[in-house]
Every structure is written in C-alpha cells, then in structure tokens.
C-alpha cells in the first residue's frame, strides 16, 4: 500500500511538472493537429471568466530573481515550484485540507528549494513570495481585455489565487480596471478542478453556461471547465502543446487572448 501511495504521488508530480515545462515557451503558435481554429464566431457570450497563472500572469517570469538568488539553479526552482504547487492544490481539494493559494505557493517553495538542496534563507523566501504579487502580464492580455472591453462584455478572473495576490497581481499589470470584478476560489474554500469553481463563476458574473466563455492556457483547467458544462478557449501559448487527455476539450482554441474578441459580437 505504502508503494502504491509513493507511485500516485510520483505520477502526479512528474504530470504536474511536464505541463508546467510546456508553458516555458509563450510561442503563440499552434501544433500541427492541435492548430489554432479559424474565428468562426460565437454568438450569445456576454462575459469571460479568465484564469489567472499561466494564462494572464507567466508565472515563470520568476525564474530571474531565482537564478538570481541560486545561480545556476534558477529555471530548476522555478520549474519545481510551479509543479508541486499545482500538486498541492491539487492534493488539499482531495485530501479537504484547504490552505489558501498563498500559503500553498509558499509550501511548494520551501519543498522545491529543500528537493534541491538550496538554502532558502527568511530573506531570499520574502523576495521570491513578493514576486508572485508582480509578475509579467503576457504581452496580448492587456490588448486583448481592452479589445473585449470595447465591445461590451463583462471580464473577470476565476483562479486559484487568494484574493490579495490576484488584485495585487492585477494592479501591477495595469489590468485591474479591465476587469469587472476578481473571483476567487477563498469564497469555497476548494481548488479547481472542483465543479463548484466553475459554478461560483457564473454566479458571481450573474451569466450561464452558454453566455460565459471560461479562458484559461491550462488545458487541465479547460477540462475542468468543459466538464462543468462551461463554454471553454483554450489559449495555446506553446507550440506541440497536446490538449489533456481527460475528455472535455475546448470549444475554441485560440494562440492568444488578442483571438477572443473576433469570436464574439461586436
């Protein structure tokens, strides 16, 4: 039973940290099978409900200010903190033993740095958590919320993040006055992939499942999405990205948020 359990968490891990290799690359092309589909429009959508890491926010944008911090060990941090932090997320929901996004960042952190036997030191964990209330905006968020915007329809971000972080991360940005209003999952106190995300999404946007459109680059969180009966984008930022396995693939994909707002009404 003992292997068994070592096996699953194995598994998880190395899942979690080969999706968060493929979104290294914020090449906004399209694999061959999985190609970004032709903007057959889309009537009916009134909102969009965005998540926030991976898709507006690069969270591996942290990776200077760790090669900074560990040289030569930048990219490996980086790359193990983003993977055991969806681990974490993903093992509280199961386990109901919920922590907020913040903390759960900060739990990934002090693991990725132990596995790599970095000193993390009280003042290098301070500057590394402080970087995920500043990180980048991919360059066709902000383009693509004002594009949105103009034609009049509701936006939000829908995320994991705990809500200090997300309207910290929005202001730093310049997205925050896109954006009608912040959702997070502090309000359930469950992760996505739960159903019970999605359905807090078109309660608060006061939209259904065929007038809100769910955004994310996670193709995990697509699914999650399109099994709640949501109407999914997947945003392909890597070039050979595979769609997840899972059986709810998206309804459009597109290479970049600057894609959306020919889909919808004008």
């Known amino acids: 039973m003992e292997a068994d359990r070592r096996d699953f968490i194995k598994a998880v ?4 940290a080969t999706a968060a290799a493929a979104h290294t690359v914020s090449a906004m092309g399209a694999a061959p099978g999985t190609a970004a589909q032709p903007p057959v429009r889309l009537d009916g959508i009134e909102a969009f409900a965005f998540d926030a890491y991976g898709t507006l926010f690069d969270v591996f944008s ?22 055991k932090q969806l681990q974490y997320s993903l093992l509280r ?16 952190l002090v693991y990725a740095s132990k596995s790599l036997r970095l000193e993390l030191t009280q003042a290098k964990r301070e500057r590394l958590m402080q970087a995920y209330l500043t990180l980048a905006a991919f360059p066709d968020v902000k383009p693509g919320l004002e594009a949105l915007k103009r034609q009049g329809l509701r936006l939000a971000i829908l995320s994991n993040g705990e809500p200090r972080m997300l309207e910290a991360a929005a202001t730093s940005a310049g997205i925050d006055t896109l ?3 912040i959702i997070s999952v502090e309000e359930i106190k469950i992760f996505k992939v739960s159903p019970r995300v999605y359905s807090l999404g078109l309660e608060r946007l006061q939209a259904s499942r065929t007038t809100m ?19 999914t984008f997947w945003i392909q930022r890597t070039t050979g990205e595979p769609p997840e396995e899972l ?3 998206a309804n459009r994909v597109v290479r970049a948020i600057t894609d ?7």
């Open 62 to 83: 942290v990776t200077a200010l760790c090669e900074e911090l560990f040289p030569g060990h930048g990219d490996g941090l980086a790359q193990r903190w983003r993977a």
């Open 93 to 108: 929901s199961l386990m109901g033993r919920h922590k907020d996004f913040w903390l759960v960042t900060e739990d990934a």
């Open 247 to 249: 059986g709810f693939a």
């Open 260 to 266: 959306l707002a020919p889909l919808v009404r004008g």
């Open 213 to 231: 459109g769910f955004v994310s680059s996670n193709s995990w969180d697509i699914n999650g999405a399109g099994s709640a009966g949501l109407t």
């Open 179 to 181: 954006l009608d209003t």
């Open 13 to 16: 891990t190395v899942a979690t």
